[in-house]
């Protein structure tokens, strides 16, 4: 069965950095692609950013010039680093392996 596993999330102030990760239990090119999604109380659940098997990376328009998703191939590790946070970035964020599988997520709190 695949597993993906988040960490790295935290409570932040905002214009501070965090790195989420995530581990796959296989092979990351057994994915058509892979991606980061977010959650916030009361929200639907949204398409944060996307790394194609080709390398091709995606942003929701909020994200764009603050977060960057890349991959370790050699590890199977999924990241998202994520700089100048604000408060609407709070919601836990989940990775996602296309096209059937998530994993639990990692909240992520920005906050003064």
């Known amino acids: 069965q695949v597993q993906l596993v988040e960490s790295g999330g935290g409570f932040m102030q905002p214009g501070g950095s965090l790195r989420l990760s995530c581990a796959a239990s296989?092979?990351?090119?057994?994915?058509?692609?892979m991606a980061w999604y977010r959650q916030a109380p009361g929200k639907e659940r949204e398409l944060v950013a996307t790394i194609t098997n080709g390398g091709r990376l995606s942003y929701a328009d909020s994200v764009k010039g603050r977060f960057t998703i890349y991959r370790d191939n050699a590890k199977n590790m999924l990241y998202l680093q994520m700089n100048s946070l604000k408060p609407e970035d709070t919601a836990v964020y989940y990775c996602h392996g296309s096209p059937y599988s998530w994993g639990q997520g990692t909240q992520v709190t920005v906050s003064s």
């Open positions: 296989v092979n990351i090119f057994s994915f058509n692609a």
